[in-house]
């Protein structure tokens, strides 16, 4: 079943310790973003990458850091989570065949609390 | 930058009635996505579109690429409708398709 699987559904940490939201596919799809998700603001995406170690920043990258180093793989890292950034993040995925794509595929979605 | 407008934001209808959700864009794009939020989260695509109309069950969707606007029907709406809708348009060729920005999107209340 095609399907982009995102690790942990729900977590709640502290200030300043550094956490890891994984984000896995099995499409081998090429392009691959994080957004996050508050209320008023929709969906801004933070990250995107277009292929295997290839990433760029979205509209809200401050805070956040990612990695592409496989092509199934891309997961979320908080370095120092603060709690601005207690939020609901989606992890999606896309392939880029033909001139305009393919439909995006989104994970469950991750609740993170940041006290 | 890209602006995506939704209307309605909020929408309360009868179980049965025709429903239109709508979305405009601001600048040329290379396809529009409509996606469905349910109340535990997830999010799932519905469509997507770069012309013309696509038709998926009572659910139809529409765009116009020279008006910059898109449309979302269901028809016979029924409770388990109930949902946020999203519109997202990706307006990247090649290497920025990935890139989608999204409406804020409209909240459906289907009551029985």
């Known amino acids: 079943e095609a399907q982009v699987t995102q690790n942990p559904r729900y977590l709640i940490t502290v200030t300043g310790k550094k956490l890891t939201v994984t984000c896995s596919q099995n499409?081998?799809?090429?392009?691959m973003s994080w957004y996050r998700q508050d209320p008023g603001l929709g969906l801004r995406q933070i990250y995107y990458?277009?292929?295997?170690?290839?990433?760029d920043k979205g509209d809200v990258p401050e805070g956040y850091k990612v990695s592409r180093k496989e092509k199934r793989n891309f997961p979320l890292i908080l370095e120092s989570p603060s709690p601005n950034q207690t939020s609901l993040y989606f992890c999606?995925?896309?392939?880029?065949?033909?001139?305009?794509?393919?439909?995006?595929?989104f994970g469950q979605g991750t609740r993170l609390t940041v006290v | 930058k890209n602006e995506v407008e939704q209307s309605p934001q909020n929408l309360t209808a009868q179980e049965g009635e025709f429903i239109t959700i709508n979305c405009s864009y601001s600048?040329?794009?290379?396809?529009l996505h409509w996606l469905q939020q349910h109340p535990g989260g997830g999010i799932v695509s519905l469509f997507m579109?770069?012309?013309?109309?696509k038709k998926h069950g009572r659910l139809i969707a529409t765009i116009n690429i020279q008006e910059k606007h898109s449309s979302l029907h269901i028809t016979a709406s029924h409770p388990r409708d109930s949902a946020v809708y999203i519109c997202?348009?990706?307006w990247g060729y090649g290497g920025s398709q990935g890139n989608l920005i999204f409406g804020k999107g409209t909240k459906l209340s289907v009551k029985p």
């Open positions: 999606a995925s896309s392939s880029g065949q033909g001139r305009v794509g393919t439909e995006a595929f």
């Open positions: 499409m081998n799809h090429e392009y």
């Open positions: 990458s277009m292929n295997v170690e290839v990433t």
């Open positions: 600048v040329g794009i290379s396809a």
């Open positions: 579109l770069s012309s013309g109309k």
């Open positions: 997202a348009v990706r």
